[in-house]
C-alpha cells in the first residue's frame, strides 16, 4: 500500500513537472499582469510602467501594470499568494512587505509564497515642506514641533511604509509627537503637501518633479550620502540624528514558477532594467539601478525579512512571530 502511494505522488510529480515544462515552452502566451501596490503616478508607478513596456516588448506580449493602493503596498502579496505559478502574474515587492508579516498578522510569506525574477532599484526618501512654508529647515521644523506639541501634520506614503516607521522612531528617540497622515502613494502625498493641506511629507523620490518644479522644498535627504542632483541638501546623517534609509525593491512571482518560466522573464526585464529609456525614467527620480538575478535577489529576500524582524523589535512593534 505505502509503495502504491509512493508510485502515485511521484507520479503526480513527474506529471506537474511535465505540464509546467510544457506551458514553459510556449511562455508566454498572452498578456502578463503586473501589480503595482500603490497608486497611479508615482515615480514607482511610472517607471515600473516604462519597465512593462520595455519587457513586454522583448517578451512578444504587453505587461499589463495594474495599480492596488493601500495598506502600505502590501495588497500584492494575497494576489501573488493565490495566484497560479505560471508567469502570468507579477509584482512589485517594495521593503514593506518585509516588515508587515512581524507588526500585523497575514496569512502571507514574502519569502515562501513567491518566486523571485530580479530586483530593479532602490528608493532613497526625503523631508518636503510646502514651498511657500516658514519650515525651512530640519532645525526648524523639530523646534517647531517642541513649540507646538501634536500638532505637527506629517503626510506619508501609507502606515508602516518605511517613511512611517522611520518617522516614528526618531520622533519618539527625540520626545516629539505628530500627526501623522497616511495617504496611497507619492502622487497623492506630494499634492497634499503643495497645496499646504499638510504641514510637511516624509516619502519616496517621486517627490522629485514636486521639487524640480518649485511647488514643494526639499528640507532633507535620508540617503548615506548628499544626492548630487540637491547637493545643497543636507541628509538627516550629517545633521547627526543617525539616519538612513533606503528601500530596495524587485519584482517577484508566485511560488513554484518553473525555472524556465523566471529564466524568460528575467532576461526580459533585466533586459529593460538596463535599457536607456528605463534609464532615463528613473533617473527623473533620481534613481539608480540595484539589478540582483533570482537567486541573489532570493538571498536579498530572505536578509529584509530577517533584518525588519530585527527593526521591528527593536522599536517594540513585534506583535507576532512571523508567518
Known amino acids: 500500500m505505502a509503495a502504491t502511494t509512493a508510485a502515485a505522488v511521484a507520479a503526480a510529480g513527474i506529471t506537474r513537472n511535465a505540464q509546467a515544462d510544457d506551458a514553459a515552452a510556449g511562455f508566454p502566451r498572452r498578456p502578463i499582469t503586473l501589480i503595482v501596490p500603490w497608486a497611479a503616478g508615482g515615480a514607482t508607478d511610472l517607471t515600473l510602467r516604462m519597465m512593462a513596456e520595455l519587457a513586454g516588448q522583448q517578451l512578444g506580449q504587453r505587461i499589463v501594470v495594474e495599480n492596488r493602493g493601500g495598506a502600505g503596498g ?66 526648524a521644523v523639530l523646534n ?110 508566485p511560488k513554484g514558477l518553473p525555472a524556465a518560466v523566471v529564466q524568460t522573464l528575467h532576461e526580459a526585464f533585466r533586459h529593460a532594467l538596463h535599457d536607456p529609456r528605463h534609464l532615463a525614467e528613473l533617473a527623473k527620480y533620481d534613481q539608480e539601478t540595484a539589478y540582483l538575478n533570482p537567486a541573489e535577489y532570493g538571498r536579498g529576500m530572505q536578509a529584509a525579512y530577517a533584518a525588519e524582524q530585527r527593526t521591528v523589535a527593536r522599536m517594540g512593534l513585534v506583535t507576532r512571530t512571523g508567518s
Do not use: C
Open 74 to 139: 502590501t495588497l500584492a502579496m494575497p494576489v501573488l499568494q493565490q495566484a497560479a505559478p505560471d508567469g502570468y502574474t507579477l509584482a512589485q515587492m517594495p521593503q514593506t512587505v518585509f516588515r508587515a508579516p512581524w507588526i500585523q498578522k497575514v496569512a502571507w510569506d514574502p519569502v515562501r509564497d513567491t518566486t523571485p525574477i530580479l530586483q530593479v532599484s532602490g528608493v532613497t526618501f526625503g523631508m518636503v515642506a510646502p514651498a511657500s512654508s516658514s519650515l525651512t529647515s530640519v532645525e
Open 144 to 253: 517647531w514641533a517642541r513649540q507646538h506639541p501634536g500638532e505637527l501634520t506629517i503626510a506619508t506614503n501609507g502606515i508602516g511604509t518605511t517613511p512611517h516607521v522611520v518617522l516614528d522612531e526618531w520622533f519618539e528617540k527625540l520626545g516629539l509627537s505628530f500627526i501623522h497622515i497616511p495617504y496611497k502613494g507619492v502622487s497623492e502625498q506630494m499634492l497634499a503637501v503643495a497645496s499646504g493641506q499638510v504641514m510637511l511629507g516624509i516619502g519616496a523620490n517621486g517627490f522629485a518633479p514636486y521639487v524640480d518644479s518649485g511647488r514643494v522644498r526639499l528640507i532633507a535627504t535620508m540617503a548615506a550620502r548628499r544626492s548630487p542632483r540637491w547637493a545643497a541638501v543636507p541628509t538627516l546623517q550629517e545633521l547627526g540624528h543617525g539616519i538612513v534609509a533606503n528601500s530596495p525593491y524587485g519584482i517577484a512571482g
